[in-house]
């Protein structure tokens, strides 16, 4: 009798290992994430060790400078004004994306494609030329240093960004949907709510996602056009120097807890990215 | 209840899908038949009012739609493709068009839907979702909620073109009896004569965005009055010989024949001959001899297609009862009788002169 051999084994089989796969996959690993750890060490230590000793395992473990994050206004205001202003950012983008994806997607007008082409231009541009009119327009109309200002400065990367993937999904679905509703008595607003955006659910977690990364790490542009109430926790990050000098265990503190959301959004969105990749829109 | 399409047509980047389409439908069913891109579903569009047409007007009981949205319409619609509403479950998608519709009570709605589930047979599947189904449940589901409602039409879209043979029978009969007592005009299109003349209803033959016929299938299947209408309504493909008539005789690849009854025109002819009207043995004193050679015999169980080659390098395509066997490149002999040829002209008009197929002509 021939030994049975389990399905896993025998797919095992016919995938030719590389000697050296496994060791190759970790080095990559611990290049990827020597940095992350060792910011995270840092952010458990008291500043003296940080400067004084070179060690891959802190001595002494604290976490004073989680504390100090949080009692200091200064610090944990400009965090919430980053999550604050990222998140009206990705709601308001996708406000506005959804009906622009929609037409662009199911109707024909005049000069559609280039307007399509041109939403997305304004992402070839640099921050930076930005920078100077939003500065001078948000201080005569009341918006500089608002959380909303800020939200709306990154709309202009965001919405073209949005539509762009958003027009993707909803152009994989077939008109006769829409047709089909019509037929039965929808009306588009109850079509799009019930029916429609259902269909495009893991586009909208793929442009929110993206929303989101850009406006969170962003900060050219929400850095000059704030400065007290929506100041961003990355432009506190780089204004830690004091007379003391650099509050290194702070910083990596901050550092930390900055990554912590776009981890938290990665890994709600994590399915819908791989669906978006596989459509070829993001 | 009546459908009226009134001097309607489509233009659409410069091309006419549609021209002079002047229809009036009853209560019941019709049939609409026509090749690949005849214009079926450009017209099954502008009748539900998804498509404006570019001139004319639809009327509906006596009444111009042609401005008024689809959503305010009372039709239903069924697609070739299998449309159904992905995220609702199927009882939903059924329910669908009754939700919308403030007269439907939530009992008299659950109620309807299990009723129509059962006539489609999709009764113990009202929990799952359109994509868990069977392609032939899936359309059946689209089926039901588009008879789910009363409607005053109803259009179907080659319904049963996308599912395998053995599904599409089965449905086809499942349509037919319930069609039979409908309270509103239903226009079911279909490129497959078998299905119209299956339903046996009222029968519209679509070609090139004309309507090129009007009248009972059965009768145009005897005697199509035209070409197009012969060759939509042949399935297998209607043979198409050229011909010459001249006093009272017509000649065609080397054979000539007498025209019974009344002389047509000299000049060219066309004669169509059906395939399964085609043999390799004499069936009758009158018959037309063809040499031929043979090149490919096509086995499908019943029926064995005999692709032949005859002078003058035309194809004749015999239909054959059975398992036959043949060598290709061998020679053979076609056998039609003139009988049963359909004769047009040559602008494809049927010749008046010819006879009804039951006629003796071998007197």
Known sequence: MPAKASPV???????RQLPWARTV????????????LWMFGMSIRPNEDILGSFALIPQRVTFENYQTFFTDPVWYSSYLNS?????????????VALPAAYAFSRFRFAGD???????????????AVFLLPFFQIYQSVGLFDTHLGVAIAHMLFNVPLAVWILEGFMSGIPREIDETAAIDGYSLPRFFVRIFLPMIRSGIGVTLFFCFMFSWVELLIARTITSVNAKPIAATMTR????????????????VLTIIPGAIVIWFVRNYVAKGFALGRV | MTLILDGVRVRQ????????????????????????????????RVAAGLLPPTSGRVVVNGRDVTSISVRKRSVAFVYQQFINYPSLSVYENIASPLRLDPSFPRREIDRRVHEIAEIMGIGDLLDRRPEELSGGQQQRTAIARALARPVDVLLLDEPLANLDYKLREQLRADLKDMFGGSAGVVLYSTADPAEALGFAAPTVVLGEGRIQHVGDVAEMYDRPPTLAVAATLSDPPLNLLPGLAHDGRIDCLGVSFPVPGERPPAGRV?????PHQVTIERTGPGDLEFPAEIRLAEVTGSATFLHLLLPGSRHLVAQLEGTRLFTPGEPATAYVDPGRVLIFDEAGVSLPARPAAEADLHG
């Open chain 1, 9 to 15: 084994a025998v797919a095992a089989g016919t995938r």
């Open chain 1, 25 to 36: 996959f970790w080095l990559y690993v611990a290049t990827l994430m020597l940095p992350l």
């Open chain 1, 83 to 95: 999550i604050i202003y990222t998140s009206m950012n990705a709601v308001l983008s996708l406000i």
């Open chain 1, 113 to 127: 494609r280039f307007l399509f082409f041109w939403l997305l231009t304004n992402r070839m541009a640099p921050p």
């Open chain 1, 240 to 255: 830690t120097v004091s007379a003391a000098g650099v509050d290194w265990g702070l910083l990596a503190a901050a550092g």
């Open chain 2, 13 to 44: 980047r410069g091309e006419t899908w549609l021209e002079d389409i002047d229809l009036e439908l009853p209560n019941g069913m019709t049939t609409l038949i026509g090749p690949l891109a005849a214009g079926k579903t450009t017209l099954m």
């Open chain 2, 270 to 274: 066309v004669l169509g001959v059906r």
